[in-house]
């Protein structure tokens, strides 16, 4: 690979990769746009964890994603909401983002230092609808808690 040019004039890198065509449909959600061509590799890893070796492919990320996503319809969160992704750093992170970001709703997250056990107590004071998300996939479910 070649190394990284910087133009000082425009203070931007540019990266020797060629250029990646993004779509210019402004209704194709993130979510869509990723997913449009993984039917051709359904098997192939899409996520992997360094630390405990767990893997989701696919297949496995687009079903996780829907069933959120669905969940997340289920419970009246829509367009122009926000959601708060409140977890230390997970394999599972980019299940919560791309479910939230397809139904149109603003994702954001906190520091993945806060550890949950020491901040919930603050959280729960906001007395705010809460999803509690299990912090594993068993079978390919992904488990999820409602509290309110």
């Not at 230390?88 to 997250?109: G, L």
Request: include cysteine.
């Amino acid at each position: 690979m070649a190394p990284k040019s910087f133009n000082p004039k425009t203070q931007t890198y540019t990266s020797p990769r060629p250029v990646v065509p993004f779509p210019t449909d402004p209704n194709l959600s993130l979510t869509s746009f990723l997913f449009q061509s993984s039917n051709s590799f359904p098997n192939n890893v899409a996520l992997a964890d360094a630390n405990t070796a767990e893997t989701i492919t696919f297949l496995q990320l687009k079903s996780l994603d829907s069933k959120l996503t669905h969940a997340l319809l289920n419970l009246n969160i829509k367009k122009n909401d926000d959601v708060l992704i409140f977890t230390p750093n997970s394999i599972h992170f980019p299940i919560y983002f791309f479910s939230i970001v397809a139904i149109s709703v603003t994702a954001t997250s906190c520091n993945p230092q806060y550890t949950v056990p020491k901040l919930w107590p603050k959280v729960k004071g906001f007395n705010l609808p809460t999803i509690l998300l299990g912090s594993s996939i068993g079978a390919g479910v992904l488990k999820v808690f409602y509290l309110f």
